[in-house]
Nanobody, 129 residues
């Protein structure tokens, strides 16, 4: 099994920056993609950034493109999300997730939460106006 533990997050004013980390352990060789998802109160969980581990290719949702950067340190098995120019609409619980069944190779599945098999516990990001 893969275990994921997020850290970082917190509170920031609009226009500010925050960084998230996700440490992976266990059967990390089984991961094909890793991603960051978020869920605001009363809303569905949505994917914001995904990275294909082997190719290093990154994908972003339209809502965060050009503001967020996903990266992976393979040596440390750690996933990162650098969030810049934060907006109040970015306020949510942020989750790290891993795809261990290669569903992310299909573009339509890349940001679909139920295609990811392992999840972290989440970390809160709050952006005030």
């Amino acid at each position: 099994q893969v275990q994921l533990v997020e850290s970082g997050g917190g509170s920031v004013q609009a226009g500010g920056s925050l960084g998230l980390s996700c440490a992976a352990s266990g059967y990390t060789y089984s991961m094909v993609c890793m991603g960051w998802f978020r869920q605001a109160p009363g809303k569905e969980r949505e994917g914001v950034a995904v990275i294909h581990i082997g190719a290093g290719t990154t994908y972003y949702s339209d809502s965060v493109k050009d503001r967020f950067t996903i990266s992976l340190d393979n040596a440390k098995n750690t996933l990162y999300l650098q969030m810049n120019s934060l907006k109040p609409d970015d306020t949510a619980m942020y989750y790290c997730a891993a795809d261990t069944t290669a569903q992310c190779r299909f573009p339509d599945y890349r940001f679909v939460p139920n295609k990811y098999t392992r999840w972290g516990q989440g970390t809160q990001v709050t952006v005030s106006s």
